[in-house]
């Protein structure tokens, strides 16, 4: 019986992944090693019961006497804190899935990959943040990496057996987010509610402003990057309003190859899952005809900054992606808080690139967690309303 870990299974990737676990047999199909989570403890302890877990951890230490009561009886182990996620993530697991938000997921992937296995990679800050780090300790532990990542999955899929040495380009969409068809002029004036609702995916609070803002393509275009090492060039974005396309590859002999699905990360999450085979997954197929008709632009980087930000993060390599994806989640943090407008913190997050660029070392891949770390904070810190 296969071994499991979900990482972040409280949230909107977690709970996708435990519907398609519970939906194969739960218990009778895999045997499930960790659960863990954040304040959501209630789910957690419901999930740990259904799965059968060996142990739930809360990131929260808090949490623990919360966690430990709804676990009662159960046999599953309760923990807590960022040292109890660690000790879960060494827990030898034969496929984990990566889906705690933020860069607090590094820590606890990077664990995962050191004692080997299949990391289902949804954390897409992992990336970009240390994604030389991430691909060095894959390959000491002997782990693989998978994608996620609607796109990259889609990627993955549509290069199949061909050589990455063929793409000429690989074009990734984007639905364009809560404010895709708002006046530029209307921006500044956009509200954490309005930003947190998207056209056609339900996710997560903060991937979801992130859409609006299209932070989440620019990771995307970096985590690109560091998925299949392509060149800030050889990655083109699409809008895309219908979220069907999810990308395409364009080989060298002019023929493209896309990926297409309903906008529903369970299928992502099951092809890596079931990977290198395909089994039936419980999801609504497909209907085209249904869809109607496929829309495409290109998009406007006017009023959307952060692409352009994107290209200028991989040119400049070293710890570039950490600066980037520090200052961007600080200023989420500061929207959030009604600290900045909308439209403040690209200006922001370049501000901050532009002022970690003159630090010793900008130039240099950080080469362990303490390094990326301490360029998290020192970003976080400089970028802070
Ligand atoms: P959510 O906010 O829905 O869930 C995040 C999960 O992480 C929850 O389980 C949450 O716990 C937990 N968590 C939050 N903070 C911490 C912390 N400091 N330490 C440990 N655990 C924590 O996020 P999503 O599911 O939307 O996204 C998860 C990741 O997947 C992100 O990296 C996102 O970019 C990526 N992704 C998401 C997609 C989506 O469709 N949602 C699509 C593709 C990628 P709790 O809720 O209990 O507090």
Same mark, same amino acid.
């Given at each position: 019986m296969r071994s499991i870990s979900i990482f972040g299974a409280t949230g909107s990737v977690g709970e996708s992944g435990f519907d398609l676990l519970m939906r194969a047999g739960g218990p009778q199909a895999y045997r499930t090693v960790a659960l863990t989570g954040g304040r959501n403890v209630a789910r957690l302890a419901q999930m740990a019961r259904a799965l059968q877990a060996e142990i739930a951890v809360t990131a929260h230490e808090e +949490?623990?006497?919360?966690?430990?009561?709804? %676990?009662? @009886?159960? @046999?599953?182990?309760?923990?807590? @804190?960022?040292?109890?996620? =660690? +000790?879960a993530a060494a827990r030898p697991a034969d496929w984990t899935l990566s889906a705690i938000v933020g860069s607090a997921g590094l820590a606890p992937g990077l664990t995962a990959l050191r004692r080997g296995g299949t990391l289902a990679l949804a954390n897409k800050e992992s990336l970009v943040c240390a994604g030389a780090l991430l691909h060095g300790v894959a390959q000491i532990g002997g782990a693989r990496i998978l994608p996620v990542d609607s796109e990259h999955s889609a990627i993955f899929q549509s290069l199949g057996a061909e050589n990455i040495e063929n793409v000429e380009h690989v074009t990734i969409t984007a639905s364009g987010g809560a404010f895709r068809d708002w006046p530029v002029e209307r921006l500044a004036a956009a509200t954490v509610a309005e930003a947190s609702t998207h056209p056609n995916w339900q996710m997560g609070q903060r991937i979801t402003i992130d859409s609006a803002s299209m932070f989440n393509k620019a990771m995307e275009v970096i985590e690109t990057h560091e998925f299949f090492g392509l060149s800030a060039d050889k990655i083109k974005v699409l809008v895309h309003p219908e979220s069907i396309l *999810?990308?395409?590859?364009? *080989?060298?002999?002019?023929?493209? =190859?896309? *990926? %297409?699905?309903?906008?529903?990360?369970?299928?992502? =999450?099951g092809y890596a899952l079931n990977w290198p085979h395909r089994q039936p997954l419980p999801l609504p197929v497909l209907d085209l005809a249904a869809a109607g008709s496929l829309n495409f632009r290109q998009p406007d980087e006017n009023r959307w900054p952060a692409l352009r930000l994107a290209r200028e993060v991989i040119a400049a390599g070293g710890a570039a992606g950490t600066v980037f994806n520090a200052a961007k989640e600080q200023a989420l943090d500061d929207f959030i808080a009604g600290r900045i407008a909308f439209t403040e913190m690209a200006p922001r997050v370049e501000a901050t690139l532009d002022r970690m660029a003159g630090e010793p070392h900008f130039g240099d891949e950080p080469g362990d967690l303490p390094t990326v770390l301490d360029w998290d904070r020192a970003s976080r810190k400089a970028s802070a309303a």
């Amino acid at each position: 019986m296969r071994s499991i870990s979900i990482f972040g299974a409280t949230g909107s990737v977690g709970e996708s992944g435990f519907d398609l676990l519970m939906r194969a047999g739960g218990p009778q199909a895999y045997r499930t090693v960790a659960l863990t989570g954040g304040r959501n403890v209630a789910r957690l302890a419901q999930m740990a019961r259904a799965l059968q877990a060996e142990i739930a951890v809360t990131a929260h230490e808090e +949490e623990l006497p919360a966690l430990r009561d709804a %676990l009662a @009886g159960s @046999g599953v182990q309760a923990a807590a @804190g960022t040292a109890a996620l =660690i +000790e879960a993530a060494a827990r030898p697991a034969d496929w984990t899935l990566s889906a705690i938000v933020g860069s607090a997921g590094l820590a606890p992937g990077l664990t995962a990959l050191r004692r080997g296995g299949t990391l289902a990679l949804a954390n897409k800050e992992s990336l970009v943040c240390a994604g030389a780090l991430l691909h060095g300790v894959a390959q000491i532990g002997g782990a693989r990496i998978l994608p996620v990542d609607s796109e990259h999955s889609a990627i993955f899929q549509s290069l199949g057996a061909e050589n990455i040495e063929n793409v000429e380009h690989v074009t990734i969409t984007a639905s364009g987010g809560a404010f895709r068809d708002w006046p530029v002029e209307r921006l500044a004036a956009a509200t954490v509610a309005e930003a947190s609702t998207h056209p056609n995916w339900q996710m997560g609070q903060r991937i979801t402003i992130d859409s609006a803002s299209m932070f989440n393509k620019a990771m995307e275009v970096i985590e690109t990057h560091e998925f299949f090492g392509l060149s800030a060039d050889k990655i083109k974005v699409l809008v895309h309003p219908e979220s069907i396309l *999810h990308a395409m590859v364009t *080989h060298k002999d002019g023929g493209t =190859i896309a *990926h %297409l699905g309903p906008p529903d990360m369970r299928h992502a =999450i099951g092809y890596a899952l079931n990977w290198p085979h395909r089994q039936p997954l419980p999801l609504p197929v497909l209907d085209l005809a249904a869809a109607g008709s496929l829309n495409f632009r290109q998009p406007d980087e006017n009023r959307w900054p952060a692409l352009r930000l994107a290209r200028e993060v991989i040119a400049a390599g070293g710890a570039a992606g950490t600066v980037f994806n520090a200052a961007k989640e600080q200023a989420l943090d500061d929207f959030i808080a009604g600290r900045i407008a909308f439209t403040e913190m690209a200006p922001r997050v370049e501000a901050t690139l532009d002022r970690m660029a003159g630090e010793p070392h900008f130039g240099d891949e950080p080469g362990d967690l303490p390094t990326v770390l301490d360029w998290d904070r020192a970003s976080r810190k400089a970028s802070a309303a």
